[in-house]
């Protein structure tokens, strides 16, 4: 057993100077890898012939041996060459996924063949298999809440025999029936205390209600309408210059997955950068991942250069960060940890130096605006 020791608890220290820094992956970078992935024997070991091409970004902060982009979420770069497929896995972590090149067909279950920009998630304990059933090598990036949970010790995953599409689950149980005559969440005892503070069962904390997270996918082809690509499409109402893909299973927290959104957003050729000089904070860590036009970003007062195809932490936890696009405009994939500060009631959001401190979900929150900094209508 270890020694425990004491140190200055947290309501004691200072919170400024802890965010890890920004990051940029350039493409050429990301390209180097994957063809180096493409020349290797795939990772054996693995309860398949084929295995995976994969490998993760690591921050020079990720100290503890978990490779990861920010303290929340690892990016995985993943490849298949044609006619390669993963061995059938399952976890605990909720995954966000992207192709970069080729084309592929995802097994979860249904199949479906996803595209390039193509954005899919793999729900928490769901069997996934992937499969380049194109002619060309397959790229995705594959964006995972592992790190935290291998960090909390809450993490579980396992591989399983070739072939395996679904493990069975247990059959829904009627609460009417002999075994639902025994304590369920519909049944357990609760009291309602003087102070209206309440006391509830056991069975509450096991018997959670399901709330159905079946894959999801949205195709570019779909989405593209919507968002302004080309010049001229800022006077269309039908595009807006930011798109949530928002899974109903995360309900108020506006998520992708339990744990991430993703956006797609950015704006049309020849559209005025944003003028100001000062950027917005919020307490969710963003990657951004750059499909159209170039520009550069300043966050915590750092200037960083980006382009299509660069992945870029762009802006850890409350670090100040404004982007600024060049005459192409840009089009970004945008991924944070949102929903997960949703869920812990931790969602600090601060749109301009000097205004209140918003703390999204708890009180009224951010109005008026289309995307950052723009009077929306
Ligand atoms: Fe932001």
């Known amino acids: 057993m270890p020694e425990f020791g004491f140190a200055t608890p947290s309501a004691a220290a200072a919170v400024a100077d802890l965010p890890w820094a920004p990051l940029l992956v350039p493409k050429e970078a990301i390209e180097r890898e994957v063809d180096r992935l493409l020349d290797e024997a795939p990772v054996t070991g693995l309860r398949d012939a084929t295995g995976l091409r994969a490998a993760s970004v690591v921050h020079p902060r990720a100290i503890d041996g978990i490779p990861s982009l920010t303290p929340v979420t690892e990016v995985t770069i993943h490849v298949l060459k044609p006619g390669e497929r993963t061995p059938p896995r399952r976890g605990n972590h909720a995954l966000l996924e992207t192709t970069v090149s080729g084309e592929g067909t995802v097994h979860m279950g249904t199949a479906f063949r996803v595209e390039r920009h193509d954005v899919w998630t793999v729900p928490p304990m769901q069997v996934y298999s992937h499969h380049n059933t194109g002619r060309t090598p397959w790229v995705w990036l594959c964006y995972s809440n592992a790190p935290l949970l291998r960090r909390s010790g809450g993490y579980w995953a396992e591989t399983l025999p070739a072939g395996t599409l679904a493990v069975p689950r247990k059959p829904a149980v009627s609460v009417t029936g002999e075994l639902g005559a025994r304590y369920n969440r519909l049944n357990a005892p609760t009291h309602r205390l003087a102070t209206a503070a309440d006391l509830r069962g056991y069975e509450y904390l096991t018997d959670i209600e399901p709330v159905a997270n079946p894959p999801r996918h949205w195709a570019w082809k779909d989405m593209a309408p919507y968002l302004p690509i080309h010049a001229g499409c800022n006077n269309d109402p039908a595009k807006r210059n930011i798109w949530l893909l928002y899974n109903p299973a995360t309900e108020r927290r506006q998520g992708t997955t339990p ?89 600090l959001w601060q749109e301009n130096p000097g205004d209140p401190i918003l703390s999204l979900g708890n009180e009224d929150g951010q109005k008026g605006y289309v995307s950052p900094r723009q009077t929306g209508a």
């Open 259 to 347: 744990v991430h959104f993703a956006t797609y957003g950015g704006a049309a050729p020849g559209t005025p950068p944003y003028a100001g000089a000062r950027g917005h904070v919020h307490i969710s860590a963003s990657i951004n991942y750059h499909i159209r036009g170039y520009g550069h970003s300043i966050v915590g007062g750092e200037r960083i250069d980006w382009k299509a195809g660069d992945l870029l932490f762009s802006a850890p936890g409350w670090v100040e960060h404004a982007h600024y696009h060049g005459a192409e405009g840009w089009t970004v994939l945008t991924v944070q940890d949102h929903p997960l500060h949703i869920a812990m009631g931790s969602l």
